[in-house]
């Protein structure tokens, strides 16, 4: 009676386990998820959002003005991307594997010839997990008649 006993008490507490619905798996590349997740974030400006919907919370920053960790990156960049003079142009995305590069134009105010970025993002799972950033000023003339962009 006993072992029936314990028998019955392991079905029961294995049966949520058994039948509970598995974790979604992530159907987006790394290069979709980045592809919406900077759209959203970098032209629509919908900053919080965008890192509430697509960044884990654990995010990993190496940008050294920006704390780590997605409230810290909420907190950086909200009050800088409402201005209506900054705004970004993504000129390419280019994915490999869990790593995406974004070469962008962005402009901190009007008139500015602007600045040349390239963020990397590491994903997983459908998350931004980590990000590294390099930012070049556009320069009134080049040497060359190439553009940066």
């Known amino acids: 009676m006993r ?11 294995m049966g949520p386990a058994v039948s509970a619905k598995p974790a979604a798996t992530c159907r987006l590349t790394p290069k979709q998820v980045v ?26 920053q190496h940008n050294p003005y920006a704390g780590t960790g997605r409230d810290a990156a909420i907190a950086f960049l909200e009050p800088f ?15 490999d594997g869990p790593l995406v590069a974004v ?13 040349a970025v390239i963020d990397i993002l590491r994903v997983e799972q459908c998350k931004v997990v980590e990000h590294w950033d390099v930012v070049q000023p556009v320069p009134a003339t080049s040497a060359n008649t190439n553009t940066m962009f």
């Not at 070469?103 to 600045?115: E, I, L, N, Q, Y």
């Open 3 to 13: 072992k029936l006993l314990i028998g019955a008490v392991l079905v029961l507490a």
């Open 35 to 60: 592809t919406r997740f900077m759209t959203e974030f970098y032209v629509e400006k919908h900053v919080r959002h965008a890192f509430e919907t697509w960044v884990a919370p654990g995010y990993i």
């Open 81 to 95: 991307l409402q201005s209506p003079d900054v705004r970004y142009d993504i000129k390419r995305i280019i994915g």
């Open 103 to 115: 070469h962008s134009h962005g402009w901190m105010k009007a008139g500015d010839p602007g600045v």
